[in-house]
């Protein structure tokens, strides 16, 4: 499904729900009327989430299904991160190059060809990098790994395309079948999901993070669902093999029905209807110039803001919000299809 698909169904489904709303208050209204009460109630205070505070040092991971969710869900983060003695590592999943949308406008072509999709994850890259650059921190302080996995295949991968059991997953995009040679960790890499998780895990081992940032389960994208159960099952790895090891993880979404790009205000409040995980909602506020410099970095991805800026904007707020997970312990592949058709 496109993303003008799905944001058109999400409005349907959130004209339902406003719908709802407008009975239920009217039929509260009568009811007053009907009634006699006399009081009027106190107004009721909007609630605000906890806020998230950064230790010294950090190490944060941020998993990224696609070049620019990093930036949309923690541009503010990974700066207050680096700024605060941390180091920053983002582990971008694939490489955004199956969006038939995206390439069409951007090259041009009614009907893409492989070499085109692949073209569009190659400029997705350089966009990657340019954003990180934007932060005004050195490449010393941060590093990027493209793992080049499939776009739009993740979720297949956590359960049909798991093991050598079956030949790899083929992109119907760029139809490549395994990531190039200079972007493998495990040798041998393919598309499959035994692999991306192996990937994962080698990556958490080497750089020891104390922070991790990863999309909910929640989020509809299949490719994000699919990210956090990759996320989980590598650490539930590195924990069998350092049972020592502990890390903080934060989830991020950025897909949630029509989230949030429906208001117009400078806050950025969490998903409605959605509860916010062990922690409740954590709240995370931005200074003016961290803002700014966020919404400079997020206008490095000239691709995306091509064909939806408006979506791009929704999270250049004045915060960021995050969850944490209740305890897991995942353990992949799935005997169901835990992302697809979300
Ligand atoms: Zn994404």
Known sequence: MSIAERIQRMTARRGFVALVSVACCLLSFDLQAAGTPKRRPAPRQRQQAPIYDVPEATRLMVIAP???????????????????????????????????????AEDHVESPTAADYRGYGRQRRREARAALAALGFGPSKYSYTFL???DGGLCLLTRSYWSERRAAFRSPYTRLDRPPKADVIVPDTEYRGEDLAQELARIIGDFRPTLILVPRKEDQHGDHCAAWFFLADAITSVRRVHPDYSVDVLNYIVHFYSWPFEDEERRLAPPPGLRGGASGWLRFPLTPAEQRTKRAALSRYSTQMLVMDWFLDGFARSNEVFSRPVPFKVMLPSRHNLCCEQ
């Open 148 to 150: 080049d996995f499939p």
């Open 66 to 104: 696609h070049p620019d969710d990093e930036m949309l869900s923690a541009g503010g983060l990974m700066q207050r991160v680096l700024a605060t003695g941390g180091t920053v590592r983002v582990v971008y999943l694939t490489n955004g190059d199956g969006y038939p949308e995206g390439v069409q």
